[in-house]
């Protein structure tokens, strides 16, 4: 019997998450929040001169780059030993991330990491494309999205909690553009994968999301 796993795919702010980490913790799977992946390279990139467009540079970096995830109630992550949870969340590093995923060399050399973290009892994996291309086995698949305001206010909030500085006019902008990117890429846009549960939470609560993606599972 392969290890279980539940991918939860969708664009920016849809709630991902949120919901995945609580599903990971009613059922005592594993979580994997693959845009914190594509996150550390980005601030693993900002500590050399490489930027964001060699791609023999970008990969090497990747390759030799050393994640340490801690998931209690938030997610802790070490590059190289180093402590980065507090620079993963800003916009201007999402957007660096989504620059460099869009390289097809430089998602080679990460599917392994994520692969790696397929381990039992079970996994539930977030991102852009887990039931397509890195789980595409998957038994069960969702696609989370809500409205641009409703994702844009999201990530507002999100923010401002962590005492982060952000006007919403330019988030909006922002993360249009960052959506863009991942949708329209050729490696491994994002994509909702065939036979997902479609899931719009612009109207809905956490914890009814949360519900629907359990029923799925049971
Ligand atoms: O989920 P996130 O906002 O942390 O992701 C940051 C960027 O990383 C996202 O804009 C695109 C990229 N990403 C990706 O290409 N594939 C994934 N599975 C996850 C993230």
């Known amino acids: 019997m392969p290890i279980p796993v539940l991918t939860i795919d969708g664009p920016s702010g849809a709630g991902k998450g949120t919901v995945s980490r609580l599903v990971a913790k009613k059922l005592g799977w594993n979580y994997l929040d693959s845009g914190s992946i594509y996150r550390s390279?980005?601030?693993?990139?900002?500590?050399?001169?490489?930027?964001?467009?060699?791609?023999?540079?970008?990969v090497r970096v990747a390759q030799a780059m050393a994640l340490d995830f801690e998931c209690g109630d938030e997610l802790i992550v070490k590059l190289n030993g180093e402590d980065i949870t507090g620079r993963l969340g800003l916009e201007s590093t999402g957007s660096a991330a989504s620059q460099i995923a869009a390289l097809p060399e430089v998602r080679r050399v990460l599917l392994q990491k994520q692969?790696?973290?397929?381990?039992?009892?079970?996994?539930?994996?977030?991102?852009?494309?887990?039931?397509?291309?890195?789980?595409?086995?998957?038994?069960?698949k969702v696609f989370l999205t809500a409205s641009a305001e409703k994702r844009a206010e999201r990530r507002y909030k999100q923010l401002m909690e962590k005492e982060i500085d952000v006007n919403l006019a330019e988030l909006i902008k922002e993360i249009d553009a960052r959506d863009r990117r991942d949708m329209e890429r050729e490696a491994a846009p994002l994509a909702m994968a065939a036979g997902a549960l479609y899931i719009d939470t612009s109207d809905m609560t956490i914890n009814a999301v949360v519900e629907e993606v359990l029923n799925l599972i049971r």
Do not use: Y
């Open 41 to 58: 390279l980005a601030i693993a990139l900002q500590q050399t001169s490489a930027g964001l467009k060699n791609v023999t540079e970008i």
């Open 115 to 140: 692969q790696d973290f397929r381990r039992l009892p079970g996994l539930v994996a977030d991102g852009r494309d887990m039931g397509t291309v890195v789980f595409p086995d998957a038994e069960n």
